[in-house]
């Protein structure tokens, strides 16, 4: 298929297979949107990995994953590991081979959130100022890394920080993570059986916090010698 942009008399609309998607003023808007379709499209293109709500960071070679919905910290944790020495991978999207157990960098630009001094209810999380962090070029993995290690945050404001392993049942866990699947297909066995391997082979770490610093200084501890 082909994905085209064209401009008109009044702003730009994009074209996907000769079929206007969208008409706007805004070229921001309009990046926007064709990122979001060619990320779809690539995710469609290799439905053999498990592309996941989530963020990666690359220690000494290897990978921690950080899955969680929106608003629990995936990127603010990940880019400050990342000031501390940790390599930027992946923000948002994670692409995870099943096969391999291997992380595949997916490097966006990383965003944070402004920080608030009250409680959001899930739904008022998207209302937040994104702010991109520029991280320098040496600062980036650009090749497939191992993962030894999974972490899932949940951020809450006056929380104390609680790190603890998931259930030792591996279904379970399989479907805390599948939760956070971009593409999941209930009907992929091959997909959920290399899953709960993946699951029974490494630890995987439930993470509670309030301050991000504090967060941080603790899963530096954790990373992967």
Known sequence: ??????????????????????????????????????????????????????SAVSCNDRSMVYLGPRGAGKSTLATL????????????????DLTLHTVLPFPETPMRRSKVNHELYPCHVDQLDETEVALPEDAVCRAARVVPIMVLPTYIL??????????????????????????WRASDHSMISKLLGLIRSIPIYRLTYGDPETAVTLLSKVLPN
């Open 1 to 54: 298929g082909t994905i085209e942009v064209h401009a008109t008399g009044t702003g730009y609309e994009v074209c996907i297979n000769v079929v206007t998607t969208l008409t706007d003023t805004s070229l921001t808007a309009i990046a926007c949107h064709v990122k979001y379709e060619v990320t779809v499209r690539l995710i469609e293109a290799v439905p053999a990995l498990l592309w996941l709500h989530a």
């Open 81 to 96: 590991l990342v000031e501390r020495g940790s390599k930027y991978m992946c923000d948002d999207i994670v692409p995870l």
């Open 158 to 183: 006056s929380s104390k920080i609680i790190l603890t392993p998931c259930s030792p049942d591996a279904t379970t866990t399989a479907i805390d993570i599948l939760q956070h699947s971009i593409h």
